[in-house]
C-alpha cells in the first residue's frame, strides 16, 4: 500500500509562488509514476502535472511555463514548483502515483490564490 503526504499549500496573492511536497511511503518509490492533480469546487479533477518514473514530464497548456515538477528518489518526495499563480489556480491539490494500472492518492492540499 502507498501512503502520500501533501504539504505545502496556503494562501497567495496572484503573481506570488508556492512550492508543493509530496512523500510518499510504503513502496519503491522510484518506479512509479508521479503527478499532480486539482480540483476547484464544482469542477473535475484535472491533471497539473506529471512525471514518469524515467523522469519525463507532462503538463497542460494551462500550466506551462509557470508550473515545475520534479522528483528525489532518493527522498521519496515529488514537488511541484507553482509561479506567475493565477486566481484561477485556486483548487484543492493532490499528489498521485501511478503504476499500470493503479492509482494512489494523498489527501489534499488546498491552494488559493486571490487578486
Known amino acids: 500500500q502507498v501512503q502520500l503526504v501533501e504539504s505545502g499549500g496556503g494562501l497567495v496573492q496572484a503573481g506570488g509562488s508556492l512550492r508543493l511536497s509530496c512523500v510518499a511511503s510504503?513502496?519503491?518509490?522510484?518506479?512509479?509514476?508521479m503527478g499532480w492533480y486539482r480540483q476547484a469546487p464544482g469542477k473535475q479533477r484535472e491533471l497539473v502535472e506529471l512525471?514518469?518514473?524515467?523522469?519525463?514530464?507532462h503538463y497542460p497548456d494551462s500550466v506551462k511555463g509557470r508550473f515545475t515538477i520534479s522528483r528525489d528518489n532518493a527522498k521519496n518526495t515529488v514537488s511541484l514548483q507553482m509561479d506567475s499563480l493565477k486566481p484561477e489556480d485556486t483548487a484543492v491539490y493532490y499528489c498521485?502515483?501511478?503504476?499500470?494500472?493503479?492509482?494512489?492518492w494523498g489527501q489534499g492540499t488546498q491552494v488559493h490564490v486571490y487578486s
Open positions: 510504503g513502496t519503491v518509490f522510484s518506479i512509479y509514476d
Open positions: 512525471i514518469l518514473s524515467g523522469g519525463t514530464t
Open positions: 498521485n502515483a501511478r503504476r499500470l494500472s493503479r492509482h494512489y
